[in-house]
């Protein structure tokens, strides 16, 4: 009788046809040790009820490299023991019955260069749909340095970023135009230009406005483009406006970009939906035209928020900075839409760092080195004004774009009052931060200070004084802050 | 107009104290602050002129408000601004930037619209202060 977690050595057993156990195959190893070279994933496994925990994860490893559901001799034609995904660890999850944390490694040539299509064809295809699971999420990665030396990266980065948007020291400030669908190209480069000219940095096409029969892409470019330049010349600040480039084809996206660019915009933007490979298309399409390259993370959510099923935004937001995306929203943590404080610092930490140290408290399983690729911008957008300036700074810290959407648009003295608000309490709190204040605990004092001297950020602190957002997350790290997990 | 530019245009204008405070904030994190002046204030002018070199090893900010406040003698009539640099790895870049001060007129920007075909236009920025020569702006 054959071993059900153990390697079949002898090949005349291995390789006689019929049906045998992931494990028996070859694809859990509890001995192996990554590799500095290998890809690593960790999946949180729910195994059907009966299934072994250990033959789940091998069948996962299996499945996401180089098994079919039955031996097959061909194996023997190849050096299949490199190409197999080896499973070399499981845990249980902690206060989860039922649920694993399942680390596969992958040999590197598994991988095509600098292709997040082919590396998610691997990791998150058919193995997602595998019967003898009940649900499989993809929690995290390491990536090695050799395989993301692989890929562009960021197309321009924070640092140029700020360079060439000449703002240096404090959050940047956007808000995305609303209503999102119905203004004509002439009332919707009202809103930007008074935005703009109230002080905000950027203003943002939703993820939705593309080019349809109330406004199509060349008047919205046209007009955003004239409100952006009458801002500069009102305020002598460098402006931007997120053109959203998002379209049916290639072809067409690179002639709004193309057009974007004749206009002398700074940034253009694409939504999720349009798929890893139109995202590198347009993150080199970027960085040979100086353009930052703004990403709205449209449909994430489908696959991102349930912690039993999908894939987990860390990971999301690893293939984002492989991929070469400048801004990606990542949470506001106060505002409207999902995410606690911990586990949103892992998604900055990924986007903002150098190095990102295990940290299992933030949901980051694995030490990644980003070899120097360009740091993207987070973005934070949904539900927030003004009054949380100082909870936002805490929180997300100065390399962030804070999107005050409603917060601008909706102020009682219009949008120019809004931006203006919303620029008086941010560089209000930066001051008093930089003068060493406890603006954690002051925040409220400091913005009714700076009031004093701002009816507009008076006006929209009354407004929206109580307003907050205290749900709870669905996803939420599975390790307390300090973790009695050796690793 | 006010020029909006650096991180507290839209607050009132800094007291020295105000200044030092902020720049003791830079060099306490290890950056080198500096002082620039221009009479060109194109949002787009990377390069205004150094008032000396970036002070890499001062750790009192009274030492930048000291320069501050000689370049006002030479240069009041003009914007000045206060810079930190960051020079660690994956950065090696500007931290901050802050206007400590200004022309008592700021004339502002002209908007220039170039109309080309269809409807295309282009948009160039030109400073009003500009159209005089170097050394003859701003009074």
């Known amino acids: ?66 098994a079919t559901w039955t031996v097959v001799w061909t194996d023997r034609l190849t050096a299949c023991d490199k190409y197999r995904a080896k499973a070399y660890r499981v845990d249980p999850v902690p206060n989860a019955p039922g649920e694993f944390f399942a680390y596969i490694a992958y040999d590197l040539d598994l991988f095509e260069p600098g292709s997040i299509a082919n590396l998610t064809a691997s990791i998150i295809g058919n193995v997602f749909g595998f019967k003898p699971l009940k649900a499989l999420r993809l929690e995290d990665m390491r990536l090695p340095v050799a395989y993301v030396k692989t890929f562009q990266g960021p197309a321009t980065g924070i640092v140029v970023e700020r360079e060439r948007l000449n703002c240096y020291g404090r959050p940047l400030l956007g808000a995305t135009v609303k209503p999102k669908l119905g203004l004509s190209g002439r009332n919707y480069g009202r809103v930007v230009y008074e935005a703009l000219k109230g002080g905000l940095d950027f203003t943002k096409d939703d993820e939705n406005i593309n080019s349809q029969p109330f406004m199509h892409w060349r008047d919205r470019f046209l007009y955003c483009m004239e409100a952006v330049s009458r801002a500069s010349a009102a305020t002598g600040e460098v402006k931007g406006t997120y053109l959203n480039i998002t379209a049916g084809t290639m072809e067409e996206m690179y002639a709004r970009a193309e057009f974007a660019k004749s206009l002398g915009s700074v940034v253009v ?17 970027a960085r040979d035209n100086d353009m930052i390259l703004h990403l709205h993370r449209a449909g994430h ?13 860390r990971v999301i937001a690893k293939w984002m900075r492989l991929a070469g995306v400048d801004h990606l929203h990542a949470g506001t943590v106060v505002g409207k839409l999902e995410g606690d404080p911990a586990t949103t610092k892992g998604y900055y930490d990924i986007f903002r760092e150098e190095y990102n140290p295990m940290a299992l408290e933030n949901g980051i399983f694995f030490d990644q080195d980003w070899a120097s690729l360009n740091k993207m911008m987070p973005v934070a957008s949904g539900g927030i004004h003004a009054g949380q300036m100082h909870q936002l700074l805490t929180y997300l810290g100065e390399d962030v774009v804070l999107q005050f959407g409603g917060g601008t648009i909706g102020h009682p003295q219009g949008i120019e009052a809004g931006a203006t608000a919303n620029r008086v309490a941010l560089e209000a709190m930066v001051f008093a931060r930089n003068a060493g204040r406890d603006i954690w605990n002051e925040g409220e004092d400091i913005l009714r200070a700076a009031a004093r001297t701002c009816t507009p950020l008076k006006q929209a602190l009354d407004t929206w004084k109580d307003v907050t957002f205290d749900y709870a997350s669905t996803d939420t790290p599975d390790y307390a802050p300090t973790p009695e997990v050796s690793f | 107009m006010r020029l909006r530019q650096g991180q507290y245009s839209f607050l009132p204008d800094l007291s020295d104290d105000d200044i030092r405070v902020q720049a003791q904030y830079a060099i306490d994190k290890g950056w080198a602050v500096s002082v620039e002046y221009t009479d060109d204030p194109h949002p787009r002018n990377s390069f205004w002129e150094m008032w000396g070199h970036p002070m890499f090893d001062t750790p009192d900010a009274a030492a930048l408000v000291y320069e501050v406040n000689e370049c006002r003698k030479a240069h009041g009539a003009k914007y000045i601004r206060v810079l930190a640099f960051d020079a660690s790895a994956g950065w090696e870049s500007i931290r901050m930037s802050f206007i400590v001060n200004r022309p008592a007129e700021e004339p502002g920007f002209r908007l220039v619209r170039q109309e080309g075909e269809g409807r295309m236009i282009r948009y160039t920025i030109e400073s009003y202060a500009t159209r005089e020569p170097e050394g003859a702006r701003y009074a």
């Not at chain 1, 045998?20 to 960790?42: C, F, H, N, R, S």
């Not at chain 1, 933007?269 to 399409?285: C, E, H």
């Open chain 1, 301 to 313: 959510s489908t696959y991102t928020r349930q912690r039993s099923h999908g894939v987990s935004f």
């Open chain 1, 1 to 66: 009788m054959l071993d059900k977690n153990m390697t079949v050595t002898d090949a005349k057993k291995r390789y006689s046809a019929g049906v045998m156990k992931y494990a028996q195959m070859g694809y859990w190893e509890p001995d192996y040790q990554p590799k500095d070279t290998d890809v690593i994933a960790l999946f949180r496994i729910t195994p059907q009820d009966g299934v072994d925990e250990v033959e789940a994860a091998a069948a996962v490893a299996g499945e996401s490299s180089t």
């Open chain 1, 269 to 285: 933007m694409i939504d999720l939906v349009i798929g890893y490979t139109a995202i590198q298309s347009m993150a080199k399409w």
